[in-house]
């Protein structure tokens, strides 16, 4: 189990916090922009270029899971008493209603200082050296967790958010504590609606991860003479678009080989949608077969598998389920708790060992037969 530390006796009262947590994400900008960037760096081949981007423009024209999962858990770490903050090159809101998240508060990077506490994500973890004070690397992404950072340093933490995750990252940096941390599942932006209430027979699917998968297990579906199932590929969505559209269908197709912090499946099962699909190599740690999902890693077995989620009774017991074990993940339970620890772990002295919330057992469920 992963330890954080913290002060026993005190690991939940409010205090007055006097350093800054500072959460580096992206800029935003317009799509015709990056395109032009990118065209530009393909273009030029040039190294220096591209990591002077990367790293001094931080340009995306997508808002990734992994920025939504920081922005939520900037709001959480505020809504326990830290001095919370943003941070991005430009300094200010670039993602605005449309695309962000809450009504947070940004700084430029740049503007950071020694003593604040630095969450970097891990496409740029390449930063940490060049950050003075206590600093955290965030890894979610399996090919962005990169040894480019003096890891054992004792005021670097690595924090990733699954098992699969966990085993790459204590390979990448051996010899480093790493700690699971949960994602936060939005239950406000995704609350649960029952099987009986959403449209017969949709299905969605994100053609971005895995679009051969969804095609063959249509193909696959319709060969076994399967009819009730309607595969609808969503792509390309605002956050706030998302929530609206995730009321309709009954089933998500989890398709991706290779998954970050898998917020999608999450989230589906947040809204009392049914998952089915790939694990992600253990990235979809939710999907326990039966119990909170239906695994298939093979367009065969995903087939088979919808065949059976055409029985009503299965899909209420399995939303029903997944929903209860999504729900520790929900902003007011285990994420709450998680940064109460951190922040008491980072203002409080002397520190003691603490159990974090590594351990994301499965609740008691009913197994369907």
């Given at each position: ?106 700084i430029r990077w740049a503007d950071r200082r020694p003593e604040d506490v630095c969450i ?121 678009e998302l929530t609206e559209q995730f009321k309709r269908p009954q089933v998500f197709l ?116």
């Amino acid at each position: 189990m992963a330890l954080i530390k913290v002060v026993a006796s005190k690991s939940f009262i409010k205090r007055s916090i006097v350093m800054r947590f500072i959460f580096l994400i992206p800029d935003f900008y317009p799509g015709v922009i990056v395109n032009r960037i990118n065209q530009v760096l393909r273009f030029s081949r040039s190294k220096l270029l591209g990591d002077f981007v990367r790293l001094r423009m931080m340009p995306v024209d997508e808002v990734h899971g992994g920025t939504l999962n920081i922005m939520r858990h900037c709001a959480v770490a505020r809504s326990c008493g830290a001095d919370a903050v943003l941070a991005t090159i430009r300094g200010k809101d670039t993602y605005g209603k449309e695309y962000g998240l809450f009504d947070l508060p940004f700084i430029r990077w740049a503007d950071r200082r020694p003593e604040d506490v630095c969450i970097v994500p891990d496409l740029w973890t390449e930063l940490i050296n060049e950050v003075q004070g206590p600093t955290i690397a965030y890894l979610q992404v399996p090919i962005h967790t990169r040894n480019n950072f003096d890891y054992l340093s004792d005021r670097i933490s690595v924090w990733t958010d699954s098992p699969y995750m966990q085993a790459i990252c204590e390979q990448t940096y051996p010899n480093k504590t790493v700690e699971i941390v949960p994602n936060i599942v939005d239950s406000q932006l995704f609350p649960f609606i029952p099987q009986a209430e959403r449209e017969p027979g949709v299905l969605f699917a994100f053609p971005r991860k895995g679009r051969e998968f969804i095609a063959a297990t249509q193909a696959h579906y319709q060969a076994l003479g399967g009819t009730y199932w309607k595969f609808e590929l969503i792509n390309g969505l605002t956050i706030h678009e998302l929530t609206e559209q995730f009321k309709r269908p009954q089933v998500f197709l989890a398709s991706a080989e290779i998954e970050g912090c898998a917020l999608p499946p999450q989230e589906s099962m947040a809204s009392g949608i049914v998952v089915i699909g790939r694990t992600a190599k253990g990235a979809n740690f939710c999907m326990e077969h039966r119990q909170t999902a239906m695994t298939a890693e093979t367009p065969e077995e995903a087939a088979h598998c919808l065949l059976e989620l055409e029985d009503a009774e299965l899909r209420n017991t399995l939303s029903l389920n997944a929903h209860e074990y999504i729900s520790q993940f929900f902003p007011d339970r285990t994420p709450k708790l998680f940064w109460q620890q951190v922040i008491d772990g980072y203002t409080s002295s002397p520190p003691v060992a603490f159990p974090s919330s590594s351990n994301q057992s499965m609740p008691a469920v009913e197994k369907v037969a």
